[in-house]
């Protein structure tokens, strides 16, 4: 004897076998957050501007709002050199970090009268560290970065050449894209 279906009880099926997909999907990654990590001079730790303002809070705010789960830390050290993150770039870069943002040089070359060909060289250091690890990166350098930026005082703090609140989100726009595309790409490998 066959008996008949009720309503709810197909309901309780379709839900148990939801949550089965859906936690194994997120037990293998599918769905997990990335961690982002960005790291670098001033201009990361967001000199003179609250944390609701500076570039890493900013950016995660922007990756969320395109859909894209991810925690985003701040790994800015006012004043520093791209030898000075080389040289802390373990303590920069959290556990589980799967994309980094690199941006730093400016107090190289303004402050310690370095060449770009120097910066260059520590970055690149950096970043086969990174990717050693399985980090991907993104090195925000000029064009993207344009110190000019910094004389427009509707992108600064008055009376200093810090990034205001509209400077970094501009920084935001400019780095949008190639960074969501790193974030997306390490989320597949994740979930794969």
């Not at 570039?55 to 705010?61: Q, R």
């Not at 930026?149 to 050449?161: E, F, M, Q, V, Y």
């Amino acid at each position: 004897m066959i008996l008949p279906l009720r309503p709810q009880a197909i309901l309780a099926s379709l839900a148990i076998a939801a949550f089965f997909v859906l936690a194994t999907a997120y037990g293998n990654g599918a769905y997990a957050q990335v961690q982002v990590a960005v790291i670098g001079d001033s201009n990361v730790y967001g000199k003179g501007v609250s944390s609701s303002e500076n570039y890493p809070t900013k950016l995660e705010a922007a990756l969320r709002a395109r859909g894209l789960d991810v925690r985003v830390s701040n790994g800015g050290v006012n004043g520093d050199t791209s030898a000075g993150l080389a040289a802390r770039l373990d303590s920069a870069v959290p556990a589980g970090t799967r994309v980094a943002v690199i941006w730093v040089g400016i107090n190289d070359v303004l402050r310690h009268g370095k060449s770009r060909a120097e910066v260059q060289a520590n970055v690149a250091g950096i970043v086969s560290r990174l990717r050693a690890k399985g980090i991907e990166s993104y090195f925000i350098r000029p064009p993207v970065y344009n110190v000019e930026d910094h004389k427009n005082p509707a992108l600064t703090i008055s009376g200093d050449n810090h990034f205001n609140g509209a400077g970094y989100s501009r920084m935001v726009a400019k780095t949008i894209g190639p960074i969501q595309a790193l974030v997306v790409k390490a989320r597949k490998q994740k979930g794969s």
